[in-house]
Structure formats: structure tokens, C-alpha cells
């Protein structure tokens, strides 16, 4: 009786144990069906258990203290169960290293020519990424009331609303009240601080006890309130230890947390170098609160709201002055004060214009930069459904649908714009396209405060010029967000080999194996594939299923005459077991070959449909009209070169035929990175095959026969 496989769990647990425990794990990676240890001490490893495991379809021991385990199409899901072991909460533990080392990975850090923006990017994206679950679902239900509102089912600003919307509007203010907070926390653990003592110094000055203090009504003594004439807002100062404090709603901001957070991780760590490691739990928490609770209510919330008013100030004078280029520079200037909170202050102004004069000059060319904003997310969606990246295909949807119907910006540059800095450059053409057109057509205006959506189109006036400059800022954005890609080259790669890889291993866990084995090949990242037990069931399903439609090319195959395999590339045939890989030298990706190529151009040894293409260009699977399953592998880990001097000529499912050409292979290049050149073609499915007989020790051209196939 068949032992049945281990759950995950029992896998993961098993494989932790046999690589040495968690304490020998330097490091752990996977690609697309292989993990990838750094091992403190390789010799720790009991190879023959894991070779034993179920769910374990071959080791392979590197130099270095390297070992690899080939998982096949589920490896994803595998590698998550490791890392969510109790034992490896710290991820690995590595080893001390050289100063070498130290200065190579300091070095490293610095990826583009400015390290301090990429850095700063990082900041802000980080802190907000893990908060666009809670800002979609808060977001969308913005745009759902923006709607009823639109169609007049009940008035979004209304001061008498009843219990029902203001319940209503509760369950989405929850997140933009409360957003500062959630900014600290997220801001504390990216600088590695204790992020709740972040998010503690930033609740002080938001709890019940401080708000109280804030208005002309406030019956707490040493309260003086004042009116800014220039933004109509009341402020308000608080005599606090003899001191003036101002006080501010800090509800919304973003610009405090992460100013004060930045601060707070310097004084953090310094506490800890004075205070022993066994007191400081009590003492490192208590003096950061004691210090920057009162340093961000004097000062640093006053800055933040500061910055916002005198922005301001300053706007409405460059309207009053030259507001042709305050049309233009409104629409570039807010994709830099949106993710710092400065904007808000703003809509105090938007007020006071239409309270004072009837009407507001900002919000016109603002829309411009919403749109441009929303387009640039289009383009993003459009690419993720062209690059079947279903998270940011998820993502970019209800990021469009709250900028669209709700006029939010934040879901699109929270989750996806402050995340590819390549996304920014391009959305601020859109930006300035549309605010040229607002300023050379005389300006945008509006008599109520609306959020800039599709909505609220109406409300705009002329709204003709207001439509022709959000639709060309929309389409600009996406237009060259969507040529250009919001990726590089690079990230595109490794996106595309953990999209193959997460479909797989996606086919698998549905037990649907024969869309695994579709995907097999697509996963495979350097020479790795979902092995022959996976391919089995699925090439009997589809070679029984293509009987009918192709009995004459299944016909020499069936007759015992045998089916050629034409060589991919010319070159000198070898056997696979003088590959360097022991993958393939053992068979376990099927019978084949391997050819020592004389030039870089690779075609398809058979007709049928390329079933994948692998993103860096080194693999391809093809399948023919009887069943028959194809791999051709490029070079040995060549998956490591990222695609770099791979031209790849084709797409998956293309239907090719022998002789077409795959892919341009710069042959030098892999040599310079140090990779085996070998070219490689397997029978995948061999093991539902009479026999797959290779042809080796000669010279061929391509297109020549050198594996035969019989049924």
C-alpha cells in the first residue's frame, strides 16, 4: 500500500530537519521549482532523507555550501510553509561577514544613480504598502456613496445626514482618520524600531484628550483661537508646561508620522546603545515616548501643518499673479504633496474660495492630475492583464474603479506608483499636458467641493475644456506607461518567472494536472521543470484528446516508425549525462540531449504550440499535435543573466513550426557570466512513451534528427 504524500506542513518541517534545522539556514530563496539554500555547514545535510521525502523530486548540492531541492510546480507554496515555521521566524541566520563583504553590500544598496531617492522611495513605499488592503476597501466605499450621490440618493456632505450614513461614512473615515497611525507603525518597522511605539507617539496627539483642546468652544483653559484669513481656518494654541503649543487635527496626515518616525528611529536606537540589552524593554520605550510625544506635538505636527498652509498661501497668490502658470504647475506639483499629506490643507482654501468669491480655481486643474494619476493606473492594469499578474491586476482594477468613481488617488500611488519609480516620470507628462490645456484655454473653475471623478464632471465649467484636459492627461499617462512598461527589463524577468511559477503551483493545488503541466514549462527557471510523475496524467489527457484532429501525424509514431526530434541549434551532440546538471543527468525532466552549440540561433525542433516561454528567454516547452512534449533549456543557470543576451523571437501559445526561429542567443555573453552553453532538449513526458532514443557523438546542423520518438 502507497504511503501517502505529507501535508505541507509535514514537508516543510521534514525538510528543515534533514538541511540541518533552521540554525544551519543562512539564507533560503526559491525560483520556479527549486529551493535554494545557503547553508551555514553543507555537511549537516542528510541528502538521502530528502531525496526519500514524498513531494521532494531530487536534491542537488552546490559548492559554497549551496543545496538545492526541486520541488516542482508547488515550490511557492512549500518555501511560504518554511518561512512560516515558529523556527524560522528570523528568516535564516547569517553568518558573519568580511569587511569585503560589508563594503560589496553597502555598495549594493546604492541602485540608482541617487541612493538617497532610491531610499527615500523605498520609505514611502513601504510604509504605506501594507495599508492597501484596508485604503481599497475604504476607497471603493468612497466611490459607492460618490455615486448615490451623484444620482442624488442622498447629499455626501451633508451636515444632518442620518444615522445610516453617518454609520456609513465611519466604516471609511476609520481608515483616513486613522491613517497617521497606521503610517507610524509601518514607518517604525521599516526603519527595524519598535513600530508600536511609533504608532503610540503618533496616537497621543490624535486621542480624545487632545482633540478636545481643539476649537474656540473648547472649555479647557489656556485655549486662544484664532481665524488665518488667507485659508479660512481656525487655529488654535494651548499654553502646555508654559509653552505655546498649536493645535492641529492631525487626522489624515501623513507628512507628521513619517517626519516624526525618521526622528523617532534615530532617538530609538541611540537609547538602545546606552541602555543594557536586559532593561532595555521598560527603559528604550519610556524615554522615546517621553521625548517625541512632546516633540511632535510642538513641533513636528506644526511643521507638517505649516508646510500645508503656507503652500496655501502661496498658491492663491501665483493664481492672482500668473494664472496661466498656476494652471500648469498645480498639476505637477500635487503628485509630490499627495503622498506627504501636504494636500490636505488645501481643501481648506478650496473652501474658502468658494465661501469668499462664489467659486474655486484649484480644483480644475487638479482634476488634470487625478486623471493622469488614473491613467498611468490603466496603463498598469492593461500591462498586468497582458503579463497575466493577477495581484496587480487585482490591485490596479480597484485602484482605477476608486480614482474613476471616487476620485481617490491614494490606492494608485500607495500600491502601485511610489512602488516602480518608473511610473512617475510618465504620469508627469500626463500632468503637464493636461494643465497646458487648462491654462491655455482659460482656466477651470468650480462652485461646490467635489472630488475630481468621473462623476463629478459636471460640476466643472467650461466643462468642455475641463473633459478635453482630463482625457488627454488620462491617455498620456497610460499611453506611455503602457509602451515604455512600469518595470524594467530586469524586474519584468522576474515578475514573469514568479507569475509562471505561482501558476503552477496554483494548477497543482487544484489538482488539476494537466493545466500543471501546461504551466510546467513555463516555471522552469535554470533547467527546472515539474518532473515526469506531474506530466503523466496530463499528456495522457491531451494526447487522447487530440486523437481525432490529428491521426495522420499521430499515425509514424504509432506505427512503431518513430517521430524525429530535429536539433534546436547546430553544434555537437552529447549525452545528458555529460551535462554538468544533475537534473538533467538524471533523467528526471525526461530523455534527450544536449548540444554544444556553434552559434546562438535556436529554432524549434518540432511543430506544435509553444505551450510557455519563459520571461528570461533561456527555456521554451513546446507540445505537438499528438502529445508529444518538448523542453529546449539554454545554457546552464543561465536564468541567473535575467534575460540579458536573450532576443526571443516568439510568444506562448504560438503555434511554430520546425525550423522557426525561437530566440537569438548571444553566446559571448554567457560565456562572460560564467555559464555552461550547452543547449538542451528533453521528452518531458518520456515516461508515457515507448521510448525516446537520442542520437549523440556527432556534429549537426539545425533541423538535423537527433532524438526519435516512438509510441
Not at 442624488?152 to 450614513?165: E, L, P, Q
Not at 505649516?306 to 499673479?321: M, Q, V
Request: aromatic share 8%; with cysteine.
Amino acid at each position: 500500500m502507497n504511503t501517502p504524500a505529507p501535508g505541507p506542513d509535514a514537508l516543510a518541517e521534514k525538510i528543515l530537519r534533514d538541511v540541518g534545522g533552521p540554525e544551519n539556514i543562512e539564507s533560503l530563496t526559491h525560483c520556479a521549482t527549486r529551493l535554494r539554500f545557503q547553508l551555514h555547514d553543507g555537511e549537516k545535510v542528510d541528502q538521502a532523507a530528502l531525496d526519500a521525502l514524498d513531494g521532494v523530486m531530487g536534491t542537488v548540492p552546490q559548492s559554497g555550501d549551496r543545496f538545492q531541492i526541486v520541488i516542482g510546480g508547488a515550490v511557492a507554496n512549500v518555501y511560504a510553509r518554511i518561512m512560516n515555521q515558529p523556527s524560522m521566524g528570523g528568516g535564516g541566520k547569517p553568518r558573519p561577514q568580511s569587511d569585503a563583504e560589508v563594503k560589496a553590500a553597502i555598495r549594493a544598496k546604492s541602485r540608482g544613480r541617487f541612493a538617497w531617492l532610491d531610499n527615500f522611495f523605498e520609505y514611502l513605499s513601504d510604509s504605506f504598502r501594507p495599508l492597501m488592503g484596508v485604503l481599497l476597501g475604504a476607497s471603493l466605499i468612497i466611490a459607492i456613496a460618490s455615486v448615490l450621490d451623484a444620482v442624488g440618493v442622498i447629499d455626501f456632505r451633508a451636515t444632518d445626514k442620518s444615522a445610516t450614513w453617518v454609520f456609513v461614512d465611519a466604516m471609511w473615515r476609520s481608515v483616513l482618520h486613522f491613517l497617521p497611525i497606521m503610517v507610524a507603525y509601518n514607518a517604525a518597522k521599516k526603519l527595524q524600531i519598535d513600530p508600536w511605539v511609533g504608532a503610540a507617539v503618533m496616537a497621543a496627539v490624535m486621542t480624545p484628550n487632545f482633540t478636545s483642546m481643539i476649537g474656540a468652544d473648547s472649555k479647557i483653559p489656556g485655549i486662544t483661537c484664532t481665524t488665518n484669513a488667507t485659508l479660512g481656518a481656525e487655529q488654535c494654541v494651548a499654553s502646555v508646561f508654559g509653552l505655546p503649543m498649536q493645535l492641529n487635527d492631525y487626522s489624515g496626515q501623513v507628512f507628521v508620522p513619517l517626519l516624526m518616525v525618521a526622528l523617532l528611529a534615530l532617538l530609538y536606537k541611540g537609547l538602545q546603545r546606552i541602555f543594557p540589552e536586559n532593561v532595555q524593554l521598560v527603559f528604550v520605550p519610556f524615554f522615546s515616548m517621553l521625548i517625541m510625544i512632546p516633540v511632535t506635538a510642538f513641533l513636528i505636527g506644526p511643521l507638517g501643518v505649516w508646510a500645508g498652509n503656507g503652500i496655501g498661501a502661496g498658491l492663491a497668490w501665483l493664481n492672482g499673479n500668473a494664472p496661466i502658470i498656476f494652471a500648469i504647475f498645480i498639476p505637477l506639483l500635487y503628485p509630490f504633496l499627495v503622498p506627504l499629506g501636504l494636500h490636505w490643507p488645501l481643501n481648506a482654501l478650496m473652501l474658502q474660495n468658494i465661501n469668499t468669491i462664489g467659486y474655486d480655481f484649484i480644483q480644475g486643474p487638479m482634476g488634470t492630475w487625478n486623471f493622469a494619476c488614473f491613467g498611468a493606473t490603466a496603463g498598469v492594469l492593461l500591462l498586468s492583464i497582458r503579463h497575466r499578474e493577477q495581484i496587480m491586476r487585482q490591485t490596479a482594477t480597484g485602484a482605477l474603479a476608486a480614482g474613476l468613481f471616487g476620485g481617490i488617488s491614494e490606492p494608485s500611488l500607495y500600491g502601485i506608483h511610489l512602488r516602480f519609480k518608473r511610473i512617475y516620470p510618465r504620469m508627469l507628462v500626463g500632468c503637464l499636458v493636461g494643465g497646458v490645456i487648462v491654462g491655455v484655454l482659460g482656466g477651470v473653475d468650480t462652485g461646490v467641493f467635489a472630488f475630481t471623478s468621473l462623476l463629478t464632471i459636471p460640476v466643472f465649467s467650461p466643462m468642455g475644456t475641463y473633459v478635453i484636459a482630463i482625457a488627454a492627461s488620462f491617455v498620456t499617462s497610460m499611453a506611455l506607461v503602457y509602451l515604455s512598461d512600469y518595470r524594467t527589463p530586469e524586474q519584468r524577468a522576474q515578475a514573469n518567472a514568479e507569475r509562471d511559477a505561482a501558476e503552477a503551483a496554483a494548477a497543482a493545488a487544484r489538482g488539476e494536472a494537466a493545466a500543471a503541466d501546461d504551466r510546467a514549462v513555463a516555471a522552469a527557471d535554470d533547467r527546472e521543470l515539474v518532473g515526469v510523475g506531474a506530466a503523466a496524467g496530463a499528456v495522457g489527457a491531451s494526447a487522447g484528446s487530440a486523437t481525432g484532429s490529428a491521426a495522420a501525424a499521430a499515425a509514424p509514431a504509432a506505427a512503431g516508425a518513430g517521430f524525429e526530434l530535429a536539433a534546436p541549434v547546430a553544434g555537437r551532440v552529447i549525452g545528458l549525462d555529460e551535462v554538468r546538471d544533475p537534473v538533467f543527468a538524471s533523467r528526471a525532466l525526461g530523455e534527450g540531449v544536449g548540444i554544444e552549440p556553434a552559434d546562438g540561433h535556436v529554432v524549434s525542433p518540432v511543430d506544435g504550440e509553444l505551450i510557455t516561454v519563459v520571461g528570461t528567454g533561456h527555456a521554451f516547452g513546446i507540445r505537438t499535435v499528438d502529445g508529444i512534449e518538448v523542453l529546449i533549456h539554454i545554457g546552464i543557470d543561465t536564468v541567473q543573466m535575467k534575460g540579458k543576451g536573450f532576443d526571443v523571437r516568439v510568444e506562448s501559445g504560438q503555434q511554430v513550426s520546425a525550423g522557426d526561429h525561437l530566440v537569438e542567443v548571444d553566446l559571448d555573453a554567457v560565456r562572460a557570466a560564467e555559464h555552461p552553453t550547452v543547449t538542451l532538449m528533453t521528452v518531458t513526458n518520456t515516461a508515457d512513451l515507448a521510448s525516446v532514443e537520442p542520437h549523440t557523438g556527432q556534429d549537426v546542423a539545425a533541423g538535423a534528427p537527433v532524438v526519435t520518438v516512438r509510441r
